[in-house]
């Protein structure tokens, strides 16, 4: 993974850092998350708030609610839609259920790295996102990368055939129920705080997310493989609701962008060091890992493509997958 400018990310999200102004009172702001304490995206948000202190002089901090305290990552957006969470953190192509248009951004095989991303995020089509997300009261002020999300089961994965009749534990958002039933498995929503106890009852026979994700909820615990499908690039969006940022100056707009940069350079280091280990530490836990040929699951999804091409208009996918 690359490492990404600043001044490209402030393009991106169309903010810069204001020059000084006068200071201002005393601010606590509230930031939700499903991440536990620990947790490479905590950390980095640990960071945010650090670096927030110091750019404001503690003039403005954060009050951190880790691991669903405050609702699952729909209830947060609701929150923070509201003006009753100032910020919160999830994936950025999460918000499809309130923009469809995410959908193309968020389908499997579609992304192929984190830089990906972030240049299909700069170009026309994440431009347009951007206008939609402040229209649902949400501003997108930083996106950092989570990994990139593998499948987890009771049993080796060695073909997409051995998906068929899957019991596949994926968030409720469409993009990942699409994957689930493109290759076979049964898609099966469950709340993320509640996955680990769906994993060890046999509620669900596997579950898919990034290497550090599924180190870090010990989902290795109570899985027996793990298969690289490298599906989806999964990414966290830092989002502040709009409510909550048309009452910030210049100034602590300028800080928070910049506080936000502090928190991705954390995390996105974290995950990578992680990923670039993690297959080794899984096969001393005693795991089978397996590389199934991809072919067949970027075959799959195919169909779905279409659907989107046939919703969104002709080439809709083409525009994001020929983003150089």
């Known amino acids: 993974m690359k490492t990404v400018r600043y001044g490209f990310l402030a393009a991106v999200f169309g903010t810069a850092l204001a020059a000084s102004a006068p200071s201002q009172a005393a601010m606590e702001l509230t930031f939700g998350m499903q991440d536990a304490q620990g947790d490479n995206v905590y950390q980095g948000v640990e960071a945010m708030n650090k670096k927030l202190e110091e750019l404001s002089g503690g003039a403005m901090t954060m009050k951190l609610f880790p691991s669903s305290q405050l609702g699952d990552f729909k209830a947060m957006t609701a929150q923070v839609q509201a003006g009753e969470l100032d910020l919160t953190v999830n994936g950025y192509p999460d918000m499809s259920y309130l923009i469809p248009e995410l959908k193309l951004i968020g389908e499997p095989y579609v992304i192929r790295d984190y830089d990906h991303l972030l240049k299909a995020i700069a170009s026309p089509y994440g431009q347009e996102m951007a206008k939609k997300f402040d229209e649902n009261g949400v501003k997108v002020v930083d996106v950092w990368y989570f990994g990139t999300r593998q499948t987890t089961a009771n049993k080796p994965i060695e073909s997409m055939d051995d998906m068929k009749g899957l019991k596949l534990r994926v968030p409720n958002v469409d993009f ?114 397996t590389e199934p040929d991809l072919a067949p699951f970027r075959a799959a999804m195919k169909p779905y493509y279409e659907k989107l091409d046939e919703k969104f208009g002709a080439g809709a996918i083409e525009k994001i997958t020929s983003v150089q």
């Not at 010990?218 to 048309?246: C, G, M, P």
């Open 176 to 289: 990942l129920i699409d994957y689930a039933s493109a290759v076979g498995a049964t898609p099966s929503p469950v709340a993320f705080a509640e996955v680990y106890l769906a994993l060890q009852t046999n509620q669900v026979d596997g579950e898919e997310n990034p290497l550090p994700t599924i180190k870090s909820q010990k989902f290795y615990e109570v899985q027996t493989s793990i298969a690289l499908t490298s599906h989806f690039v999964a990414s966290k969006a830092v989002t502040v609701s709009k409510a909550t940022w048309d009452k910030l100056s210049a100034e602590q707009q300028g800080w928070l962008v910049e506080a936000a940069k502090a928190g991705r350079e954390v995390t996105n280091k974290l995950m990578a060091d992680d990923e670039a280990n993690l297959v080794a530490f899984f096969k001393e836990k005693g795991l089978t890992v």
